[in-house]
C-alpha cells in the first residue's frame, strides 16, 4: 500500500550544509554528509539535497560531493542543482542517486524533461516549481534562488511537466521558506488540481501537525521540510531529527 512519506529536504551552501528565510541569508549548520549518516539511523522515507549555489553561479554539479552523498545514504536521495543536461544527468545516476531535480534548466527548455526522462525513466525525473505570491493575486515561478522571476505561471508549468515526461512535482513555497508558520495549502490545492503525478510539497512546516494537515487533505503525497529537521526548540537550536514510527503512524492515522 502506498503511504505519504517524510522528507527532510537539505540545502547545500559552499559544500556545507545551510538553511535560509524567504530563500535569503543561508545559514551554515553543519557537515551534510554527517547529516546524511544520523538521516540514515532514523529510517528516513527518503532526502533530497538541493545545491543552491550551482545554477546561480553558472557551475556544473559537484559531482565528488554528490557520490560522497550517495555513497553514505541508506535511503532513496534526490539530487538537485546545476543540472542542464542529458549528459549530466546520467554522470548523476551513474553515482548511485535515485531522482534528479530539475528546475531552471527545464523552465528554459521544457524538452529537457522529455529527453532525461527517456533516457533514465519518468519516476527519476523530479520538477521543482518555486513559486511565489504576485502582488496582484496568484502565483509566479522564480529561480535562481528566488531572485529571478519567470513570468511563469506554476499551474501551467505542472501540466505541462506532466505531459512532458515527469515523474513527480515538488512545489516549494518561498514565502513560507523557513519560516516554520505552515506550508502554502492555497497553493498545494491549486496544484493537486492540476496533475495526478506523484507531488511533494515544501516550504513551511513548523511541526508535525503542519505535516499531518497536508496528508489530511491530500492522503499520499510527499510532503518535504528543512527547519523542522535541523533545529529543535525556540531558540532553533541545531539538532537532525525525525519523526518516529509511533509519530509517523499517528500523522498517518494507521490504526485509527
Same mark, same amino acid.
Given at each position: 500500500?502506498?503511504?505519504?512519506?517524510?522528507?527532510?529536504?537539505?540545502?547545500?551552501?559552499?559544500?556545507?550544509?545551510?538553511?535560509?528565510?524567504?530563500? #535569503?541569508?543561508?545559514?551554515?549548520?553543519?557537515?551534510?554528509?554527517?547529516?546524511?549518516?544520523?538521516?540514515?539511523?532514523?529510517?528516513?522515507?527518503?532526502?533530497?539535497?538541493?545545491?543552491?549555489?550551482?545554477?546561480?553561479?553558472?557551475?556544473?554539479?559537484?559531482?565528488?560531493?554528490?557520490?560522497?552523498?550517495?555513497?553514505?545514504?541508506?535511503?532513496?536521495?534526490?539530487?538537485?542543482?546545476?543540472? #542542464?543536461?542529458?549528459?549530466?544527468?546520467?554522470?548523476?545516476?551513474?553515482?548511485?542517486?535515485?531522482?534528479?531535480?530539475?528546475?531552471?534548466?527545464?523552465?528554459?527548455?521544457?524538452?529537457?524533461?522529455?529527453?532525461?526522462?527517456?533516457?533514465?525513466?519518468?519516476?527519476?525525473?523530479?520538477?521543482?516549481?518555486?513559486?511565489?505570491?504576485?502582488?496582484?493575486?496568484?502565483?509566479?515561478?522564480?529561480?535562481?534562488?528566488?531572485?529571478?522571476?519567470?513570468?511563469?505561471?506554476?499551474?501551467?508549468?505542472?501540466?505541462?511537466?506532466?505531459?512532458?515526461?515527469?515523474?513527480?512535482?515538488?512545489?516549494?513555497?518561498? $514565502?513560507?521558506?523557513?519560516?516554520?508558520?505552515?506550508? $502554502?495549502?492555497?497553493?498545494?490545492?491549486?496544484?493537486?488540481?492540476?496533475?495526478?503525478?506523484?507531488?511533494?510539497?515544501?516550504?513551511?512546516?513548523?511541526?508535525?501537525?503542519?505535516?499531518?494537515?497536508?496528508?489530511?487533505?491530500?492522503?499520499?503525497?510527499?510532503?518535504?521540510?528543512?527547519?523542522?529537521?535541523?533545529?529543535?526548540?525556540?531558540?532553533?537550536?541545531?539538532?537532525?531529527?525525525?519523526?518516529?514510527?509511533?509519530?509517523?503512524?499517528?500523522?498517518?492515522?494507521?490504526? #485509527?
Amino acid at each position: 500500500m502506498l503511504r505519504p512519506r517524510i522528507i527532510p529536504s537539505l540545502l547545500i551552501h559552499e559544500n556545507g550544509l545551510v538553511k535560509t528565510v524567504n530563500f #535569503k541569508n543561508p545559514k551554515y549548520v553543519g557537515d551534510p554528509i554527517n547529516a546524511v549518516k544520523i538521516f540514515n539511523e532514523k529510517a528516513v522515507d527518503e532526502l533530497a539535497v538541493f545545491d543552491i549555489d550551482a545554477t546561480v553561479l553558472g557551475k556544473e554539479p559537484n559531482y565528488s560531493l554528490i557520490e560522497r552523498l550517495a555513497s553514505q545514504s541508506r535511503m532513496p536521495l534526490c539530487y538537485g542543482g546545476g543540472v #542542464k543536461t542529458v549528459a549530466q544527468a546520467q554522470r548523476i545516476f551513474s553515482l548511485g542517486i535515485e531522482k534528479i531535480a530539475l528546475s531552471s534548466a527545464v523552465l528554459q527548455n521544457p524538452k529537457l524533461i522529455t529527453d532525461i526522462s527517456d533516457r533514465v525513466g519518468a519516476q527519476s525525473v523530479i520538477v521543482v516549481l518555486d513559486a511565489k505570491k504576485k502582488i496582484l493575486g496568484g502565483y509566479e515561478v522564480y529561480t535562481h534562488n528566488g531572485k529571478k522571476a519567470t513570468g511563469i505561471n506554476p499551474f501551467k508549468f505542472a501540466e505541462e511537466a506532466q505531459k512532458l515526461g515527469a515523474g513527480e512535482i515538488v512545489i516549494n513555497s518561498i $514565502d513560507k521558506d523557513g519560516v516554520m508558520k505552515g506550508y $502554502d495549502l492555497d497553493l498545494i490545492a491549486k496544484v493537486r488540481e492540476k496533475i495526478t503525478l506523484p507531488m511533494t510539497v515544501l516550504g513551511g512546516a513548523g511541526s508535525l501537525d503542519d505535516i499531518e494537515k497536508v496528508i489530511t487533505q491530500h492522503g499520499v503525497i510527499g510532503v518535504a521540510a528543512g527547519s523542522l529537521f535541523v533545529f529543535k526548540g525556540p531558540y532553533k537550536a541545531v539538532l537532525i531529527n525525525y519523526p518516529s514510527k509511533i509519530e509517523k503512524d499517528k500523522i498517518f492515522k494507521i490504526n #485509527k
